[in-house]
């Protein structure tokens, strides 16, 4: 008997440390105030524009329906070709979210029977300006070339060799810089 005692006592606080080992994990952690932790703005779905609503009316067809709102969110695989619909959500860092849906509907024949909207008013849409997807836009072709901190325009590089021809793989090309 002596043995068993001597494991009970060795065991009992290795379960006793397990124990609080498990239970601290279900705590929820405190943060401090002046620890901010960054969350991303999230842009998804299709930019809706009030004018865009405007130009809907019964009677469309779908490909009409596409040329002025694009391409939609979410296309309905149980009533495929009779509802589309278009989602707009917008999410600033810590901000509430902004979700606006609009979902059209056809008849047998193709043709826009029902326009529906759901979630928040339009006009209190964040401004497209400051949406992700058009702060990182490329560049007119009428701006002036990019130029570093000399003041010369810095160098553009093409994808192929010098030679013209485009090397066999794993072969190694260094670029050349073209005028």
């Not at 006009?123 to 009428?142: E, G, I, N, T, V």
């Amino acid at each position: 008997m002596p043995v068993a005692r001597l494991a009970f006592r060795l065991l009992l606080p290795v379960a006793a440390l397990a124990t609080a080992l498990a239970l601290g994990g279900c705590s929820t952690v405190y943060v401090p105030n002046f620890i901010k932790v960054y969350q991303p703005d999230i842009a998804q779905g299709n930019i809706i524009e009030p004018a865009q609503i405007a130009q809907l009316h019964e009677g469309m067809s779908s490909a009409e329906v596409q040329a002025i709102m694009g391409t939609p969110a979410l296309q309905d695989i149980f009533h495929r070709h009779r509802r589309e619909t278009y989602v707009f959500y917008d999410k600033r860092g810590k901000n509430k979210a902004f979700e606006h849906v609009l979902t059209v509907e056809y008849d047998d024949n193709g043709r826009v029977s029902k326009i529906e909207q759901r979630g928040e008013p339009l006009d209190q849409a964040p401004s497209s300006a400051l949406l992700p997807s058009q702060r990182s836009a490329p560049k007119a072709a009428d701006s002036p070339p990019e130029q570093d901190s000399t003041g010369t325009p810095a160098a553009t590089y093409s994808l192929t060799p010098a030679g013209g021809n485009a090397p066999a793989l794993g072969t190694p090309n260094a670029l050349q810089p073209q005028p």
